[in-house]
């Protein structure tokens, strides 16, 4: 079946650094699935950070990009200068034609 | 922000006994996912519907699980009797169309602890 292994957590940057959390897929479903990047924020529900569809393409949110790599299946999240309030778990996913498939969180704290 | 319900937040059963768990998806969404999360963060897809259609569903579905979307009523998943691995949380979500490119709106989810 499809699977998504990203970046072990916990994370933990300060703030204003850089951050990449890895994420490679594995699409036994369908030739190219759809890519996502969920987070969830302390006390808050599962949301969409950002999704690619198209292989080659990249995909940016809230200073976040993920660019979707069919070669290397991967899609990796980054950001430049990350904040306190980026701290949360993130969740990378693939879509077939319903159903998503997550990998199993990072947990990412930015020090102030 | 989506807007997806659930209910309940938290459920607590003994082993043997059902748990119903209860989502309203997004106002115009036909589409509703149901998800199951371990302790271990891991996601478990368990069915989806359109409508009152059932789309896909996995073999654990189709044992102790049963679910339904009936019209004009809220989405309902049960478990017709609970074992201590079934907890976890139950996460709704609600999509505009079938097709894994459309944004699933996730609810808050019902967690439920088998004692």
């Known amino acids: 079946g499809d699977s998504v292994t990203q970046t072990e957590g916990p994370v933990t940057v300060s703030e204003s650094e850089s951050l990449i959390i890895n994420c490679t897929y594995s699409a036994t479903s369908i030739a190219y699935p759809n890519l996502f990047w969920y987070v969830r924020y302390p006390g808050e529900g599962l949301q969409l950070l950002l999704k690619v569809i198209t292989a080659g393409q990249k995909g940016s949110s809230r200073g976040f990009e993920a660019t979707y790599n069919k070669e290397t299946t991967s899609f990796h999240l980054q950001k430049a200068s990350v904040q306190e309030s980026d701290s949360a778990v993130y969740y990378c996913?693939?879509?077939?034609?319903?159903?998503?498939?997550f990998g199993d969180g990072t947990v990412l704290t930015v020090k102030p | 922000n989506s807007k997806v319900i659930q209910t309940p937040r938290y459920l607590v059963k003994g082993q043997g006994q059902k748990a119903k768990m209860r989502c309203i998806p997004e106002?115009?969404?036909?589409?509703v996912f149901w998800y199951q999360q371990n302790k271990n963060n891991e996601f478990k897809f368990l069915i989806n519907f359109q409508n009152q259609e059932v789309l896909q569903q996995i073999d654990m579905t189709e044992k102790r699980f049963s679910a339904e979307c009936p019209s004009n009523s809220p989405c309902s998943l049960e478990i017709q009797s609970s074992e201590a691995g079934d907890s976890a949380l139950y996460l709704c979500?609600?999509?505009?169309?079938?097709?894994?490119?459309?944004?699933?709106?996730f609810g808050p989810g019902t967690r439920l602890t088998v004692l």
């Open positions: 106002k115009g969404h036909p589409v």
């Open positions: 996913a693939l879509g077939d034609t319903g159903k998503l498939t």
């Open positions: 979500a609600s999509s505009l169309r079938t097709g894994g490119f459309y944004e699933q709106y």
